[in-house]
């Protein structure tokens, strides 16, 4: 971050002393920084604390009273990059609907770089439906905001709501300034893990798929400024920044998402391995193993093709991308199931190597596009492969 200039904005909440230290890390960094602060912001930490440490004259509303220029313009044009750490329920709501009641609102409504949004609050208020709204409104508007971390709140127990430390701060930042934003104002569907299906009580059907790939992609896509809803089919993984996560477990449970959300979405990565089958009837009871060890037979029907059955509604506007896993004719199967599903991408996961694909980091991947384009990436991180589908499926970039 060498010469970057942050303009670092902070709100009324108890966790404006982290600002202090993240002013610091951004300054190891080699990034100029100045700051603004909202009244109650004032009350937590002093404006000359900022300002000693920056090195800069600290902008509040009782500082831009006294100034001769039009000092929330100039220090809005002055930014590269506009952190809100904290960022206080009052704050988020205001900036969403583009209210400018303080000096820290005009100059934050007034800038046009990259901008991300760090929350913290009480859990009630981070939870509080009025909230969600905002916080989907600024993601929309292409803003990257922080998921609050679970942790010890002012109000004496651990709830979600705390404030990110400022080491996870300055790694999103470090994100930010090196991603693109040609995702911001889309909503981007990924679906991610394996299905299961039971078979009774306490035994089910599933596949191997660990859910890393989709994870890397709803992580990539939101770092490029889209707003991601990522359905997780049965998951052990870390909820990405700024991801919804919506939980499903069988084929009918991700059905039911997505009919209903598809319609709302801008694209679709259908990255979940959906079992293909599910028994025609599940047995209420544990089954017993019999006393001569005769053999089970079980009956199973074919699960609906989920993809299919979404892309076939889908609007020229929208981007729908299917994942194929194959062991063998994998470029055959791959374009039969392109045509087959009306999907405009299919990525093909050539599972024949045990060295990549299921559980591991590394993969490599043949994408192949309903208008002739295909291309294979070397063997690389998912997170990687991620961030170059996204490039490749972008409407943007063709």
């Not at 831009?64 to 929330?72: G, K, P």
């Not at 299921?358 to 492969?385: C, L, M, R, Y």
């Amino acid at each position: 971050m060498n010469g970057e200039k942050i303009t670092l904005y902070v709100t009324g909440s108890i966790a404006a002393y982290k600002a202090v230290s993240l002013l610091r890390l951004c300054q190891k960094a080699g990034a100029d920084v100045r700051v603004v602060m909202t009244e109650a912001a004032t009350r937590f930490v002093t404006p000359q604390t900022f300002a000693a440490l920056s090195g800069h004259s600290v902008l509040t509303d009782a500082s831009a009273a006294h100034l001769e220029t039009i000092a929330h313009v100039e220090l809005a044009q002055w930014g590269t990059y506009h952190v809100v750490a904290p960022a206080s329920a009052d704050f988020i709501a205001k900036s969403a609907a583009g209210i400018a009641d303080s000096v820290a609102l005009t100059t934050y409504l007034a800038a046009r770089g990259p901008k991300l949004v760090v929350p913290a609050m009480n859990d009630g208020m981070w939870d509080n439906p009025a909230t969600r709204r905002n916080i989907t409104q600024l993601r929309q508007d292409g803003q990257q905001v922080l998921d609050p971390a679970t942790g010890l709140l002012a109000e004496g127990y651990a709830a979600k709501g705390r404030m990110a430390e400022p080491e996870v701060i300055m790694t999103a930042l470090q994100q930010l300034q090196g991603q693109p934003q040609d995702w911001a104002g889309k909503h981007l569907l990924v679906t991610a893990g394996g299905t299961q299906e039971d078979l009774d009580p306490v035994r089910y059907l599933s596949n191997r798929s660990s859910g890393k790939m989709g994870y890397a992609l709803a992580n990539a896509a939101s770092q490029r400024g889209a707003q991601v809803t990522l359905l997780s089919a049965n998951v052990n993984l870390p909820t990405p920044t700024g991801v919804k996560v919506i939980p499903v477990r069988t084929a009918a449970d991700l059905k039911d998402q997505l009919q209903q959300l598809f319609p709302t979405v801008d694209g679709l990565l259908m990255a979940a391995a959906v079992s293909d089958f599910r028994p025609v009837q599940v047995a209420e009871h544990k089954l017993k193993k019999t006393a001569d060890g005769e053999e089970i037979t079980l009956r199973f029907q074919q699960n609906p093709d989920l993809l299919k059955l979404v892309a076939a509604h889908k609007r020229p506007n929208q981007v729908v991308v299917g994942f194929a896993a194959e062991t063998h004719d994998w470029r055959q199967n791959a374009l039969h199931k392109l045509a087959a599903k009306q999907a405009d991408y299919i990525v093909l996961n050539d599972v024949s190597n045990p060295a990549i694909g299921f559980n591991s980091d590394d993969n490599q991947v043949t994408i192949f596009g309903a208008d002739g384009f295909q291309e294979q990436t070397p063997v690389e991180t998912k997170d990687a492969i991620a961030d170059h589908i996204l490039t490749v499926i972008n409407p943007k970039d063709h």
